[in-house]
């Protein structure tokens, strides 16, 4: 007869006690799951949310920065057009030019009224408009260097951008009105994406650097072989700028800069200039030389290579 083992009732409750513990344990885990699965899901519809609003952010600003940017450049083709075709640029005529034998006889004109002698007509068919464009690194002077020239409040008025700046000023030379147009283009990463439009149809490239520090001043020869992609007809500048601050130099390091500038400027084959916006030093002159040089006008800058001078090399 086989042998029965028969246990107490307490062993059979203990069994009993356990089984049900590991279900709840498991019910647990199982509820703790799901939670986790579900507070993930809502995680990354959340995430999916976020990053596609801050792409309609993004999208929104750019888009905000080109209305503003074509806003202004419909606002000057308003103010300056006439109803006529563009003109060409022409040599003036010889009875202005002999009574005017240099760009210093300029006066500036801030507005695009007559001076009331009866020759508004006159000189708003005789606007020239001519487009600047300024190129170099971050924090070199470009735009203490513009301002210096169009003054201060012509700054208030300027079209500011991530990435670029606008300005004008507007010469008035014996009843020939000639309009500045200046884009200065910030040195960020970005500034790459706004050669195109800076460069194109400009009648000079102003490539700056900073004259106590050797970087900028390397960098000179990328900025030009950038602009030259878009433009290969503008007047190449090469300017220096912060002399106030160089001339504190070491004389053998001056040379050293002043060497190396003259250098790079023969390979860009454009005309060297040092400046200081501080104290306004060759910054009306830079201006006047590109007048010259493009209206064939009878004035011309004297070579100085002397250190500790603001130098001028062509």
């Not at 083992?5 to 009993?16: A, E, F, G, N, R």
């Not at 959340?46 to 600003?61: A, N, S």
């Not at 504190?248 to 190396?260: K, S």
């Not at 004035?299 to 130098?311: M, S």
Request: aromatic letters at 10%.
């Amino acid at each position: 007869m086989p042998l029965q083992v028969t246990l107490p009732q307490s062993h059979h409750h203990l069994y009993h006690e356990e089984d049900k513990a590991a279900t709840l344990r498991q019910r647990r885990v199982l509820s703790m799951s799901r939670l986790m699965n579900g507070a993930a899901g809502k995680m990354t519809r959340l995430c999916r949310r976020i990053v596609h609003v801050d792409l309609r952010w993004r999208f929104l600003e750019r888009v905000s920065a080109f209305r503003e940017f074509f806003r202004f450049v419909w606002e000057r083709v308003l103010v300056c057009s006439t109803g006529r075709p563009p003109r060409r640029f022409r040599r003036l005529s010889s009875s202005r030019r002999k009574t005017e034998s240099s760009p210093e006889g300029t006066s500036c004109s801030g507005g695009g009224g007559g001076d009331g002698d009866g020759e508004d007509d006159e000189g708003v068919d005789n606007l020239v408009p001519l487009k600047i464009s300024l190129l170099g690194d971050c924090r070199i002077g470009k735009t203490s260097f513009v301002v210096r020239y169009v003054g201060d409040e012509q700054e208030k008025r300027c079209l500011q951008m991530t990435g670029l700046n606008l300005m004008d000023k507007t010469l008035v030379v014996q009843g020939a009105r000639i309009s500045f147009s200046i884009w200065d283009v910030g040195g960020g990463h970005d500034s790459i994406y706004h050669l195109p439009i800076a460069c194109k149809d400009a009648v000079a490239i102003l490539i700056m650097f900073d004259l106590t520090s050797r970087c900028t001043l390397n960098s000179v020869i990328g900025w030009y072989s950038q602009a030259r992609k878009w433009n290969q007809t503008a007047i190449p500048i090469l300017i220096g700028t912060k002399f106030d601050d160089f001339v504190r130099l070491p004389p053998d390091l001056q040379w050293t800069v002043i060497t190396q500038a003259r250098a790079y400027a023969r390979a860009m084959k454009a005309t060297l200039f040092f400046s200081s916006a501080t104290h306004n030093i060759n910054v009306n002159k830079i201006f006047k030389f590109i007048m010259a040089k493009l209206f064939n006008l009878p004035w011309t800058i004297k070579r100085n290579l002397t250190v500790g001078e603001p130098i001028v090399d062509f």
